[in-house]
């Protein structure tokens, strides 16, 4: 048995409970220490929490920025294994300590306070161990009970209703192997070039991608440490499982689907609460045909007279202008036409454009028409017409030019 899986039978030999309580020792230690730091006023983490795994080639690095576009994210994404590779992790181990769990998180948990991460943070290789999984789980419930702590405050805005996404970009070990080997020819390549032109800048030459052992090796500790630890919390945070061996646009497209906005995730429940009672644009799309032919058919039982001028008017006094409007594709028409002094009259010619395949929309302007003066006073009285100004929208023609 190779280091790495004895190692890794080391850790899965340590029994859950007593993985659970290390956990609960470490986060509360950097936890105490951050308060004592910072203050507990200013522990304001990211609104939202992107953390993105995925097996080598993947893509992480190809969609960690269409990510962070897609979900207005400006700040770029905290790289674990840059992130341990600061003055802070290089002191430890210039001490001659090791960057164990309690100084990832401690580097982790400072690095998300900055500032310009305050309205999110795509997290790449985070967590990965059952230690980690488990501290992330205690951040979140820190989280909620700060912005309970602050909710009456002044402070309230700068503590949101926090949102954890796990992201996880999968690939089968046949094509993790052979994109890691197919990145070390593309590495090469491009060092040899820039060796020889003296122009641009050298790619890090990575061990796994020359040899298929090591990343077959790569791959395993992927599946065996890192997924687990990230599957380990979809019941508690949006799990969202990406295949990411389908071609880059399709990929993305299944990204995008995964994260659309939804209201009663990202509100706080307060707000949601307020709002849910307004209909949903996409819920009154779903039966707009199927409303629109019940209210028409409506019209012709209940009102069918009116149905009939409505009709009329709209033939002989609107369509002539629409007509000659078709290359724009957009007809304004004023009226005032009494018949539009009743409501259900508007709206028949409203469900009637629309039936036809036009947008048609009105307005009511008043105008205010001198009508006689009070020669004594000198009071002018007015009289008040309306005019109903419509517009009627389509597609227009398109003239061929040249």
């Given at each position: ?94 001490q001659g300590g090791m960057v164990g769990d309690r100084e990832v998180l401690s580097i982790l948990f400072r690095k998300l306070l900055d500032p310009e991460l305050q309205n999110g943070a795509v997290l790449d290789g985070f967590p990965r161990t059952k230690v980690q999984v488990e501290c992330l789980k205690l951040l979140f419930d820190e989280m909620i009970a700060l912005r309970r702590d602050f909710s009456d405050t002044p402070l309230a805005a700068n503590f949101k209703q926090p949102i954890f996404h796990i992201m996880v970009l999968f690939v089968e070990e046949a094509e993790s192997i052979a994109r890691q080997m197919s990145r ?219």
């Open positions: 048995m190779d280091s790495d899986a004895k190692e890794i039978s080391a850790v899965r030999a340590v029994p859950a409970d007593l993985e659970i309580k290390d956990a609960q020792i470490i986060f509360n230690r950097v936890w105490k220490q951050l308060e004592n730091d910072y203050g507990r006023e200013r522990l304001r983490f990211p609104k939202e929490l992107i953390l993105l795994g995925g097996a080598p080639g993947a893509g992480k690095g190809t969609n960690s920025d269409f990510i962070r576009q897609l979900r207005d994210i400006s700040a770029p994404p905290i790289v674990m294994s840059q992130l341990l590779d600061s003055p802070e992790a290089k002191k430890v181990k210039a070390g020819r593309a590495v090469i390549a491009h060092n040899e070039e820039v060796k020889r032109e003296g122009i641009g800048e050298l790619w890090e030459e990575r061990a796994t991608d020359f040899s298929e052992s090591l990343a077959r090796n790569r791959y395993r500790v992927f599946k065996e440490q890192t997924y687990d630890a990230l599957v380990s919390l979809k019941k508690i945070f949006h799990y969202h499982f990406i295949n990411a061996q389908a071609p880059l646009a399709r990929v993305q497209e299944n990204i995008v689907r995964e994260l659309e906005y939804q209201s009663s995730l990202e509100l706080d429940p307060r707000t949601f609460d307020a709002l849910r009672k307004l209909p949903l644009a996409s819920e009154i799309v779903r039966h707009a045909r199927q409303d629109l032919v019940r209210r028409l058919d409506g019209y012709e039982v209940e009102k069918p007279e009116l149905f009939r001028r409505v009709i009329e008017f709209i033939e002989e006094k609107m369509m002539p202008i629409v007509v000659r409007h078709a290359i724009p594709g957009r007809a304004g028409i004023n009226s005032e036409e009494p018949l539009f002094d009743d409501p259900a009259a508007l709206a028949m010619l409203i469900d009637i454009f629309s039936e036809r395949g036009y947008q048609a929309s009105v307005d009511l302007h008043r105008v205010e028409i001198p009508n006689r003066v009070d020669l004594q006073t000198g009071e002018i009285y007015c009289r008040q017409k309306k005019v109903y100004r419509f517009s009627i929208r389509f597609k227009g023609s398109q003239i061929r030019r040249g």
